[in-house]
């Protein structure tokens, strides 16, 4: 899909511990995604979903195939990145590639792990991340307005540009991020942002990394990171990284008693993930045969030729029409046969908006 999220946090938050939990995590699915691969600064993780078991209690199939999403562990940021300190260029423009920021957070004491800013401070931690993100959109964005300076003169979409341009670097030159400038519904942002990706303008969620003992009462720590949340209107995960990378040792069901122990429903791994996928705009389509029953990463808004496109590019080209089953239909008549015979089948044109959880059947000719 080409859409990915960065890890990013400060030095010794528990940012590698949660990269390497997710890396395990899609390692642990590779028996059953023969196309995972795992490079040493990117975790392909499935997306788990219990629908893809029901369906496979019907159909039997010989695998489950997951959606995925690309993780991108991004090293550790540290004051003056922006200027290049500590490798920064190099890390701020991996973030530059991605949709999606999962903000490590540091919310829990041990005295035997520094802290890179000498204690504890979730909120100052955000704060150095955020302002190096900002000074980095701000370097790129001067450049851009002294091109842009000299094309307004002949050029009508240039000046436009500009005027916004100058707008935004004011804005950013009072440690404000792209995502509370005012005009980013006006086109000219919008090609702006398309050319320059800023890092201050992308969708963030704190994971909060916290002990064993935070995990069901929330600490000072992690009251205070979700009040600032909320100002920004960002999503929280608390998880602690040391228990997830030992729950992705385990089967499902070790897992799960291991959970209930815990007094926890889901983990925090699965809770980014899960929040990830929606984040990034993504859904997923089901085709269940005996070979397979597997899960389609699209984007939401879809159209149906585009959505079958993911299997193979010739389902685009020669596409006639889809035979489509809601998951619900699915499970309650016991397969394709049973909704056919009830009517829950329908078939479905070109124009037709794939939805999250069809179990689809393409009809194509080339």
């Known amino acids: 899909m080409g859409l990915g999220v960065g890890i990013v946090g400060l030095p010794n938050v528990g940012k590698s511990t949660t990269f390497n939990a997710l890396t395990k995590a899609g390692n642990a699915e590779s028996a059953n995604y023969p196309f995972c691969t795992i490079e040493p600064n990117k975790a392909i993780v499935p997306v788990p979903d219990s629908r893809l078991f029901e369906l496979a209690k019907?159909?039997?199939?010989?695998?489950?195939?997951y959606s995925t999403i690309d993780f991108v562990d991004i090293a550790g940021l540290v004051r003056g990145a922006s200027k290049g300190e500590g490798l920064g260029n190099q890390f701020l423009s991996n973030i530059r590639e991605v949709e999606v920021i999962l903000h490590i957070v540091r919310c829990f004491e041990d005295e035997n792990i520094t802290h890179v800013e000498g204690k504890i401070d979730p909120l100052r931690d955000i704060e150095i991340i955020q302002t190096e993100l900002i000074l980095a959109d701000l370097q790129q964005l001067d450049k851009k307005i002294d091109k842009l300076t000299r094309q307004a003169k002949s050029d009508k979409e240039a000046k436009a540009q500009l005027d916004i341009a100058l707008k935004l670097a004011e804005h950013l030159d009072s440690l404000e991020p792209v995502n509370s400038f005012e005009d980013r519904e006006n086109p000219s942002f919008a090609a702006l942002n398309k050319e320059l990706r800023f890092l201050s303008g992308k969708t963030v969620i704190f994971g909060a990394n916290v002990d064993e003992d935070a995990l069901l009462?929330?600490?000072?720590?992690v009251k205070n990171l979700k009040e600032y949340a909320k100002t920004i209107n960002a999503d929280v995960i608390k998880l602690c990284a040391k228990i997830e990378e030992e729950?992705?040792?385990?089967?499902?069901?070790?897992?799960?008693?291991?959970?209930?122990?815990?007094g926890i429903k889901e983990s925090g791994l699965d809770k980014i993930v899960h929040l990830s996928f929606e984040k990034l705009g993504l859904i997923s389509y089901f085709t269940a045969g005996v070979k397979e029953v597997r899960a389609w990463t699209i984007e939401k808004g879809w159209k149906a030729p585009k959505a079958a496109s993911v299997i193979h590019n010739d389902?685009?080209?020669?596409?006639?029409?889809?035979?489509?089953?809601?998951?619900?239909?699915y499970i309650a008549y016991n397969g394709e046969n049973g909704?056919?015979?009830s009517g829950k089948m329908r078939l479905e044109g070109k124009e037709y908006i794939v939805k999250d959880g069809d179990v689809m059947h393409f009809r194509f000719n080339v």
Not at 315 to 329: C, L, N, P
Request: net charge negative; no cysteine; hydrophobic share 40%.
């Open 315 to 329: 389902f685009e080209k020669g596409f006639i029409r889809a035979e489509v089953i809601s998951y619900d239909d």
């Open 58 to 65: 019907i159909v039997k199939p010989e695998r489950i195939q």
């Open 339 to 341: 909704a056919k015979d």
């Open 247 to 262: 729950i992705v040792a385990l089967n499902d069901e070790e897992a799960k008693e291991f959970l209930n122990e815990l």
């Open 217 to 221: 009462e929330d600490n000072i720590y």
